[in-house]
């Protein structure tokens, strides 16, 4: 996090999602951080008609957003790791003009082949959309759009609620793979995505998803 904290300076906010459902920490402890507190207990369930299977940090980052209002959010997941300069990617993150950007690479193939989307319920929309959502760069106009319809619909794993709001609603979109960047993503096994950073690292990549932190390189 130290870290993550001094890439960031002078190009963005860095603020941590803490989830206080399980356990608290004394804010004291870790005087250089801002942090922003929620509870998922509270929760009637992560999109998924009331079944807490999977959490969800858009959930933190909408009331977040609530409390400290930017033009844009950036939210990276911390079980993620990027070979490559954190700092030139955040510069070329912070200069696109868009609403929403994503990540592109979808290695289960089209909306269809994700197993969420049979706990959509009374859809609205014409068409819909997946992107993965490790990370994503999103306006706050657009979170408002997001949090807008969660009041009426819950339904929707977040995966599939971002990308078909902001393709539905005709919101600007662009893709990290724009900026040069390559994804390696699973729900497989940590540490086969772990071996693949390990021994297969290539510049400008993001690999997913890195639980063992004693293998980054920094």
């Known amino acids: 996090?130290?870290?993550?904290?001094?890439?960031?300076?002078?190009?963005?906010?860095?603020?941590?999602?803490?989830?206080?459902?399980?356990?608290e920490i004394d804010i004291k402890e870790y005087p250089e951080f801002v942090f922003h507190f929620f509870n998922s207990?509270?929760?009637?369930?992560?999109?998924?008609?009331?079944?807490?299977?999977?959490p969800s940090p858009l959930v933190a980052l909408l009331d977040m957003m609530k409390k400290k209002k930017y033009e844009h959010y950036l939210l990276m997941e911390n079980d993620i790791v990027l070979s490559g300069s954190l700092r030139s990617f955040l510069k070329s993150v912070n200069k696109v003009d868009c609403d929403y950007m994503h990540i592109a690479t979808d290695i289960l193939g089209a909306p269809e082949s994700h197993w969420p989307i049979r706990y959509i319920q009374n859809n609205p929309f014409k068409d819909i959309h997946f992107s993965w959502s490790q990370m994503y760069y999103v306006s706050f106009q657009?979170?408002?759009?997001?949090?807008?319809?969660?009041?009426?619909?819950?339904?929707?794993?977040?995966?599939?609620?971002?990308?078909?709001?902001?393709y539905n609603k005709g919101y600007s979109v662009r893709q990290f793979e724009n900026l040069g960047y390559n994804f390696q993503l699973s729900?497989?096994?940590?540490?086969?995505?772990?071996?693949?950073?390990?021994?297969?690292?290539?510049?400008?990549?993001?690999?997913?998803?890195?639980?063992?932190?004693?293998?980054?390189?920094?």
């Not at 603020?15 to 356990?23: E, K, P, R, T």
Request: glycine content about 6%; hydrophobic content about 40%; charged content about 20%.
């Open 1 to 23: 996090m130290s870290f993550l904290n001094q890439e960031v300076c002078g190009i963005m906010d860095f603020i941590v999602l803490y989830d206080c459902a399980s356990s």
């Open 41 to 54: 207990k509270g929760l009637k369930g992560f999109y998924h008609c009331g079944n807490k299977l999977l």
């Open 142 to 166: 657009l979170l408002t759009d997001v949090d807008d319809f969660m009041k009426e619909n819950d339904t929707f794993f977040f995966e599939f609620l971002l990308p078909t709001v902001a």
């Open 187 to 218: 729900w497989g096994p940590p540490e086969v995505y772990e071996y693949k950073y390990q021994y297969e690292r290539k510049l400008n990549t993001f690999y997913h998803p890195i639980k063992d932190l004693s293998i980054i390189q920094y």
